[in-house]
């Protein structure tokens, strides 16, 4: 598939895998959920996406007492992008990289997800 159009550079992957695993490391558990994503013009090409559970102190926009300030704090789990968080062994770019399939490509990550351990 190609997107025609002058602010798109990059070729367009489409969602083919998602995994969702607990992983300890150290004391921390962290609920992840990994993406793999293929081009949709190469189908060696792929990247990967690594999303942590992660709980945030927020507050809401509404409701709203008379000087316009959050009524409520909330603390709510919110899915992050970690992807940097992973990438630490540099065997290969989570953004672009090759793979003969999904099933290998996510074994690479896990792989990677070894050895950084």
Same mark, same amino acid.
């Given at each position: ?5 002058? !602010?798109?550079?990059?070729?367009? #992957? =489409?969602?083919?895998?998602? /995994?969702? #695993? +607990?992983?300890?490391? /150290?004391?921390? %558990?962290?609920?992840? $959920?990994?993406?793999?994503?293929? +081009?949709? =013009? *190469?189908?060696? $090409?792929? *990247?990967? %996406? /690594? ?6 102190? &927020?507050?809401?926009?509404?409701? @709203? ?12 789990? /919110? ?5 940097? *968080? %992973?990438? $630490?062994?540099?065997?290969?770019? #989570? @953004? ?6 999904? =099933?290998?490509? &996510?074994?690479? #990550?896990?792989? +990677? &997800?070894? &050895? !950084?351990?």
């Amino acid at each position: 598939m190609q997107i025609s159009h002058s !602010a798109i550079t990059s070729p367009v #992957f =489409e969602l083919v895998k998602t /995994v969702l #695993f +607990d992983i300890t490391l /150290v004391d921390t %558990y962290i609920p992840t $959920r990994i993406e793999i994503w293929k +081009d949709t =013009e *190469r189908n060696d $090409r792929f *990247r990967c %996406y /690594v999303w942590e559970l992660e709980h945030f102190n &927020l507050n809401p926009t509404f409701p @709203q007492d008379d000087q316009g300030s959050s009524i409520h704090k909330t603390t709510d789990i /919110v899915q992050v992008e970690r992807s940097w *968080r %992973y990438g $630490r062994t540099k065997r290969f770019n #989570f @953004q672009e990289f090759e793979a003969t399939s999904r =099933e290998e490509a &996510l074994a690479m #990550f896990v792989d +990677d &997800l070894k &050895l !950084a351990t």
